[in-house]
């Protein structure tokens, strides 16, 4: 009777269990640990089983009745049981079940049930421990408002154009949607790496201001009365201007000083112009100097922004407990694959500051070598020697006459003729594309 | 109900009451050839002191099996051929004015019902009134005429026939009226080797002449014995089960039954094969009855006490079918073997 009564309730339990489990897989990592145990729920529903089978065990007669049955129905067994009558023991029909055939056993077949049932328990324990979307969301929200915090800083000192602050918002939601996704140790790498591009930007904008300040004071700088020398001075700042305006730090110049560099919209497009006459650059230049002095504070002040790194807490990332790892590592040189030099000590949360890993060291402030700017090595006889400007077919084809034709006419395969002749034909009908 | 007994019969008494039951069935073998099964049936009612309705067509031997058997147990035997104008007094008897010594009075002149065989010869051709006078016959064995009753010889069998094809003028018995039959037989047609045998022994069709082999005092005792023998309670169990299926409402009754039968049979029906079935296990020479006893009789006993859905008809569904039906749906033991064991 146990055995009619268990596989049942065996095959039950393990259902409920490999349900159990898929919950457990999808909404309580908690339970993962435990998991296994509900291996044992075919023994603990054997439990009841057994007494159920005690309550439901047969009773004589109607083991009797079924053996009476299962010989021919002849009743005599069950008429001997009721009325015990030594008259009819010798009878045929009693001898006969001496010649009874037991029923089979078949516990295979039921026990046969069970496996898909295990099958389902072993393939839900198998299946990956899903980390709950809400605990995730609280720590990439996290890491995305440390962002948008610096971000909003950026643009509070006016340090990010329209089109970056669109670019750093949209990467800054990929981010926090990755996280939210799976929440590992790279996430806060792309945090870093967002850190890292808010430095790379101001630092641009500083490296602009400072060349802009650089070329502000050579501009100025008394004794270059040399009228080429100031003109080459002028058109360095210009430079320098324009690369100042593409980087948005024009954007909220006073008015005098964006209308002395051609107006918003020259400075938006990063096509400003220098006034011609000496009086409009000189006053252009003071309020240049004066602007460039404000702002070289304000970006200061910004730098330490950078200081504040990512968060990487490496508790909620365990190592490996075991001093040796799986992966055979722990002692250097031992091989594997892991976090570093197995004596090296971890840093983890105490990387340097953005700003402190690259010591910043100003160059020289960088010029163009003017045509002027030259001494003679040697004095040919004859006036130099003047060719028209030829484009690059026609410079080709008169280059390849003196030159032998070897740079361009090479020994072609048969089979490449009519390629290479097509895109030089090409070339030839358009040689700018 | 008759109490059980403590003990089983003798083998001894088995084997008397069984030799001459073997008379009896012996001398039914003679007169109606290649019907085994239906004479068994016969005589397993008599013994469970039961009436009989024969159903079967012209010219299979129903009258004659039923004159034979009054023959071979010595019995008073009358014939009532049912006709359509035939009235209840002309089977119960009437009273009749008659003068006795210069006084007038009515003098009860007791009908053809008052004796130990009755065959009503095509029952269903009289009319529903008629047939119903022989309704407290056949269930008290007593008759009520004009505030008196009679009680009727013992034994008293009523062995009716019917034809199942000629029923233009006839008026199909009343359920009441099918329920008081013990079984309805179906005598069927027979082999041709039975027929080869009836046209060497039987120059005009008669059948041989037969001397009584059982008397009054020893039907008496085959009737005792009969009661004695034991009804296990596992049996009475399936009895009981079997006839509770028979009832669509029932949660044991199989799909057919369900979906064919408007009311199925009576407790009437019940106490048949359990009487029945003792006289059947005494045939065979047993002290009990057992499920085979039960089961090869249930087909005659309750098929005509299934009242049938209009569906079944329209199906091709007959009663004797449906009880095949019940027979593989209703377990012998209501707990059968468990799932781990099987039958080889």
């Known amino acids: ?283 252009l230049a003071a309020s240049l100097s004066g602007y460039l002095a404000n702002r070289s504070e304000k970006l200061t002040g910004i730098a330490q922004l950078g200081k504040a790194a990512g968060r990487f807490d490496p508790s909620e990332f365990p190592l490996f407990s075991d001093e040796r790892g799986p992966d055979g590592d722990g002692d250097p040189g031992s091989g594997g694959v892991n976090r570093g030099r197995g004596d090296a000590e971890l840093t983890w949360g105490k990387e340097s500051a953005m700003f402190d890993r690259f010591k910043s060291q100003p160059l020289p402030p960088g010029s163009f070598r003017s045509p002027d700017d030259w001494a003679p090595l040697a004095v040919l006889p004859g006036g130099p020697k003047e060719l028209p400007e030829l484009s690059v077919a026609s410079a080709a084809v008169q280059y390849a006459g003196v030159a032998g034709q070897a740079a361009w006419r090479r020994t072609l395969a048969p089979r490449h003729y009519s390629a290479v002749k097509k895109y030089f034909e090409n070339s030839a009908v358009e040689p700018n594309k | ?116 065989v009755l065959l009503a010869d095509e029952i269903n051709r009289a009319s529903p009134k008629t047939q119903a006078a022989l309704l407290e016959a056949m269930q008290e064995r007593r008759v009520t005429t004009f505030g008196e009753t009679r009680v009727l010889p013992n034994p008293f069998f009523v062995l009716a026939t019917q034809n199942p094809i000629e029923l233009e003028g006839t008026y199909p018995l009343p359920e009441a009226q099918l329920d008081r039959f013990t079984f309805k037989v179906e005598i069927t047609g027979v082999e041709r080797t039975v027929l080869e045998e009836i046209l060497l022994t039987r120059i005009h069709g008669e059948p041989p002449a037969l001397a009584p082999v059982i008397d009054a005092d020893e039907l008496q005792d085959l009737f005792t014995v009969v009661d004695a023998v034991h009804l296990p309670r596992a049996v009475a169990n399936y009895i009981a089960r079997l006839v509770a299926a028979t009832h669509p409402k029932s949660a044991e009754a199989p799909e057919q039954i369900r979906n064919f039968v408007k009311y199925g049979s009576s407790p009437r029906g019940a106490i048949a094969i359990g009487a029945a079935a003792r006289g059947l296990a005494l045939l065979r020479g047993k002290p009990n009855v057992g499920f085979d006893e039960v089961r090869r009789i249930a087909a005659p006993a309750l098929a005509h006490r299934l009242v049938l859905d209009y569906a079944a008809k329209l199906e091709g569904f007959d009663a004797r079918r449906l009880i095949d039906a019940l027979l593989d749906a209703v377990p012998e033991v209501e707990r059968g073997l468990p799932q781990t064991l099987g039958a080889r």
């Open chain 1, 1 to 283: 009777m146990f055995l009619d009564i268990w596989p049942r309730w065996a095959l039950g339990s393990l259902l409920a269990a490999g349900v159990v489990t898929i919950a457990c897989r999808l909404f309580f990592p908690a339970a993962a640990v435990a998991l296994n145990w509900l291996w044992l729920a075919p023994v603990v529903a054997a439990i009841p089983a057994v007494f159920l089978a005690m309550a439901r065990a047969y009773r004589p007669e109607q083991i009797a009745a079924l053996a009476d049955s299962l010989h021919g129905g002849q009743g005599t067994l069950l008429a001997l049981l009721e009325i015990r009558d030594p008259a009819w023991t010798a009878s045929p029909a009693i001898t006969g079940f001496s010649q009874f055939s037991m029923p089979r056993l078949r516990v295979w077949r039921r026990l046969a049930t069970m496996a898909p049932a295990a099958a389902f328990l072993y393939i839900a324990l198998m299946l990956p421990q899903h980390m709950p979307a809400g605990s995730n969301g609280v720590l990439a929200n996290d890491i995305a408002a440390d962002l948008q915090a610096t971000l909003d800083e950026l643009k509070k000192q006016d340090l990010i154009t329209p089109s970056e602050d669109k670019e750093f918002e949209e990467q800054i939601e990929h981010i926090r949607k990755d996280a939210i996704e799976r929440l590992d140790a790279s996430s806060w790498e792309a945090s870093d790496s967002m850190r890292e591009k808010f430095a790379a930007k101001v630092t641009e904008k500083q490296d602009a201001l400072k060349w802009a300040a650089d070329s502000l004071s050579s501009l100025a700088a008394p004794g270059d009365s040399d009228a080429s020398m100031t003109e080459a001075q002028a058109g360095e700042l210009g430079t320098a201007i324009n690369k100042l305006a593409k980087s948005g730090l024009l954007t909220n110049a006073p008015a005098d000083l964006q209308k002395l560099l051609g107006g918003k919209d020259a400075i938006a497009g990063g096509k400003t112009q220098l006034p011609k006459d000496a009086r409009a650059l000189r006053k």
């Open chain 2, 1 to 116: 109900m008759m109490e059980q007994t403590k003990t089983l019969l003798a083998p001894e008494a088995v084997g008397n009451a069984q030799t001459k039951i073997a008379r009896l069935v012996g001398g039914l073998r003679q007169v109606l050839l290649g019907k085994e099964e239906t004479i068994d049936e016969v005589v397993a009612a008599l013994l469970a002191h039961g009436h009989v309705l024969l159903e079967g067509l012209p010219g299979l031997g129903k009258t004659e099996l039923v004159k034979a058997l009054s023959r071979l147990l010595s019995l008073d035997f009358r014939r009532i051929q049912f006709t359509p104008d035939l009235l209840p007094t002309d089977i119960t008897g009437s009273h009749i004015l008659q003068e006795r010594d210069g006084r007038k009075d009515f003098v009860f002149h007791p009908g053809p019902v008052f004796t130990n």
